[in-house]
T-cell receptor, first 115, second 115 residues
Framework: KAGVTQTPRYLIKTRGQQVTLSCSPI?????VSWYQQTPGQGLQFLFE???????NKGNFPGRFSGRQFSNSRSEMNVSTLELGDSALYLC??????????????FGPGTRLTVL | AQKITQTQPGMFVQEKEAVTLDCTYD???????LFWYKQPSSGEMIFLIY??????QNATEGRYSLNFQKARKSANLVISASQLGDSAMYFC????????????FGRGTQLTVWP
């Protein structure tokens, strides 16, 4: 079974631009979560989606948004990019099934550099 | 508030030796899950092991075992027979409840295995 895939893997943007990152979960997984990882702040939670609904949102400004589609694929968008948005963006998917441990499996990440 | 503490920024171990990576957590929830992930320099977070708060026995997965001491709120990862490929960043994480929900991460421990 294929793992979580994220596209693109690397991205270079300039300040003020916007960017869209994509995440395809493991087949059958219904929940997708997004995390931002930086050397200074560590791993920070962005969003959690389940059945196309945002269930949780981290403490990020409104420039960060996301959505989940009916096939469980997810996208996140960052508008008006700032230098501080440079980070590794990790997507994780989980099965969400009664009686099963709900483990989040991560993709390889998208490394975003803002110049 | 949920909090994960990893007090060892870096650890060194010789090949074939065992090593323990420390993790303490803080939560007032009776139901929670504890996870360990490995992150090589490539960036992908690899799931290693899970322990539920109601599990009576310590979790084991191959060379990985979790030393769960509920009263002390600690969930240390033990890696037996270390291999050079174990060199990576290791993160302890916690989730409230048994399903869905964001992960709270520690700052990580950089493990270096030397020959």
């Amino acid at each position: 079974k294929a793992g979580v895939t994220q596209t693109p893997r690397y991205l270079i943007k300039t300040r003020g631009q916007q960017v869209t990152l994509s995440c395809s979960p493991i087949s059958g997984h219904r929940s997708v979560s997004w995390y931002q990882q930086t050397p200074g702040q560590g791993l920070q939670f962005l969003f959690e989606y389940f059945s196309e609904t945002q269930r949780n949102k981290g403490n990020f400004p409104g420039r960060f948004s996301g959505r989940q589609f009916s096939n469980s694929r997810s996208e996140m968008n960052v508008s008006t990019l700032e230098l501080g948005d440079s980070a590794l963006y990790l997507c994780a998917s989980s099965l969400v099934a009664s009686g099963k441990t709900d483990t989040q499996y991560f993709g390889p990440g998208t490394r975003l550099t803002v110049l | 508030a949920q909090k994960i503490t990893q007090t060892q920024p870096g650890m060194f171990v010789q090949e074939k030796e065992a090593v323990t990576l420390d993790c303490t957590y803080d939560t007032s929830d009776p139901s929670y899950g504890l996870f360990w992930y490995k992150q090589p320099s490539s960036g992908e977070m690899i799931f290693l092991i899970y322990q539920g708060s109601y599990d009576q026995q310590n979790a084991t997965e191959g060379r990985y075992s979790l030393n769960f001491q509920k009263a002390r709120k600690s969930a240390n990862l033990v890696i037996s027979a270390s291999q050079l490929g174990d060199s990576a960043m290791y993160f302890c994480a916690m989730r409230r409840g048994s399903t869905l929900g964001r992960l709270y991460f520690g700052r990580g421990t950089q493990l270096t295995v030397w020959p």
